[in-house]
């Protein structure tokens, strides 16, 4: 039982039975018919009303009406009208392995008070299992809330078999995932990173699968000292591996003195993300701007952990020509949706732009005060520009033919959505989880009339809750000396 109206066709359990004996084939054709198709994709745009077409793991066709085609007489037909089929959603920023710590700390005052309460205590007594359980979690409830790509910084690497964990979480969950591997800040680890990121690729094979991989660092040395902090050394080992490199604790003053020293020693560019990217200064931006160098925004965590000035830097990026991806950042403190990170932006930054006028503050790079955003630029930023943002921009992002088949239906008809007037403006201000009826990625069926697939939630339950309450225990105990 649901308890929300469906109208779409996914309520026929013959249709869901006909697609999962057919997973996993190549040949199998999946036809979207009657939906508002918003594909992000600037020459293909909206169509009011559309098809689109599935070719085992591929968007294969968008246009108004292919029926006629000669490729889709054995497709199983979905009748998507009253729905908006939009690109699945790119979570750029995300610490999964504290899935089971979901809001311990919801009024966290700042950064230290995340870092005190997560790094420094639950951190350090993670066992491999612990990394299992929140990682994967964490992906399920990305794929509920319509995020079909993830990239996890893994920052909690103690062990090979930590980073083993998640990994196989990630696998496991069926999101399409992105590893970004990252030694511990604090506690005792092994010190097997980063040169364990080689076997991980090796053994997870690479770029092969759903599961991809990036090298993940700190900006400075402030937070965990010089080990962590980006520099000449780890961009070699990223360049060897061949992986694109996510840079996180980018803000102030420090951080930007950082990235000048990146672009004298030649490491900017657009393999590289630099995470929230708030405070710095003008110069920094020139740098990031002239270089191609991406960045991915975390608008809540900015906002409400009050990091640097705690003001998501979209006006400065897009002031430096740079179109920035969206991240959760940490679910400790946070929402896990991208609903929730595309509506703080969107009303953060108007509310900037209108004080801008006023003369109540001034933009980085920007020759008078920043225009409004709108809907479709932060729907933009949540699907296209987040695959790009992670290396992934020719693999997702857009309802492109030849893309992979990453999309979410999102029912227009529901109380909170009817009638449906503007697709964009609905999906950015109207939807929410309840109204994500389908997911695919890749082309498979994650989520269906509403309802996640192969997901025991009484197991995982209660999986969630002793692996939280173990941890909280070996904290205790370890705070107390074994006590």
Do not use: C
Request: hydrophobic share 45%; aromatic share 4%; glycine share 12%.
């Amino acid at each position: 039982m649901h308890p929300f109206h469906r109208p779409t066709d996914t309520a026929r359990p013959e249709l869901l039975d006909r697609l999962r004996r057919t997973d996993g084939d190549p040949g199998r054709r999946i036809l979207f018919t009657g939906a508002t198709v918003v594909t992000m994709d600037p020459a293909l745009g909206t169509l009011a009303t559309g098809d689109l077409l599935v070719a085992g793991s591929t968007v294969a066709a968008v246009g108004p009406d292919l029926r006629a085609r000669g490729d889709v007489a054995d497709a199983v037909v979905v009748d998507a009208s009253g729905t908006i089929l939009v690109p699945g959603f790119v979570d750029t920023h995300r610490h999964a392995w504290q899935g089971q710590l979901r809001r311990i700390i919801p009024d966290v005052d700042d950064l230290a008070g995340y870092v005190g309460a997560t790094l420094a205590r639950y951190a350090p007594v993670y066992r491999p299992e612990d990394m299992y359980t929140g990682t994967r979690l964490a992906a399920l409830g990305a794929v509920d809330a319509g995020i079909t790509t993830m990239l996890d910084f893994s920052h909690n690497s103690r062990t090979a078999a930590h980073s083993d964990a998640a990994v196989q979480a990630l696998v496991d969950s069926g999101i399409r995932g992105i590893h970004a591997a990252m030694g511990p800040h604090f506690g005792d680890w092994d010190r097997q990173w980063p040169a364990d990121l080689g076997r991980l690729v090796d053994r997870f094979g690479g770029g092969s699968g759903l599961v991809t991989f990036r090298l993940a660092a700190l900006a400075t040395a402030e937070i965990a000292g010089p080990a962590l902090a980006f520099g000449p050394g780890l961009a070699r080992v990223a360049a060897e591996l061949g992986v694109g490199v996510s840079v996180d604790a980018v803000f102030g003053r420090a951080s930007s003195a950082a990235v000048l020293d990146w672009e004298r020693e030649g490491l900017l560019g657009d393999r590289l993300t630099l995470i929230h990217a708030t405070g710095l200064t003008g110069e920094a931006w020139r740098a990031i701007g002239a270089s191609g160098t991406r960045v991915s925004l975390a608008p809540t965590s900015e906002a409400q952990i009050g990091l640097e000035d705690a003001v998501p830097a979209v006006d400065e990026a897009l002031a430096a020509g740079v179109r920035p991806g969206l991240g959760i950042d940490v679910e400790v403190a946070l929402a896990n949706d991208m609903f929730t990170q595309m509506r703080a932006l969107h009303a953060i930054q108007r509310m900037r732009a209108v004080h801008a006028v006023h003369g109540a503050g001034a933009v980085h790079g920007a020759d008078g005060p920043p225009d409004r955003i709108t809907t479709a630029d932060v729907l933009d930023f949540a699907t296209r520009q987040g695959a790009a943002t992670v290396g992934l921009g020719a693999t997702t992002g857009t309802l492109t033919p030849g893309k992979q088949a990453d999309l979410l239906m999102i029912t227009a008809d529901e109380i909170n959505n009817l009638p449906l007037n503007d697709p964009i403006g609905t999906v950015v201000l109207g939807a929410d989880a309840r109204n994500i009826d389908t997911v695919l990625i890749a082309g498979r069926v994650r989520k269906w009339a509403g309802r996640l697939l192969d997901v025991d939630l009484p197991a995982l339950r209660a999986e969630a809750a002793a692996s939280r309450d173990r941890v909280h225990r070996a904290a205790a105990d370890a705070a107390g000396g074994g006590r």
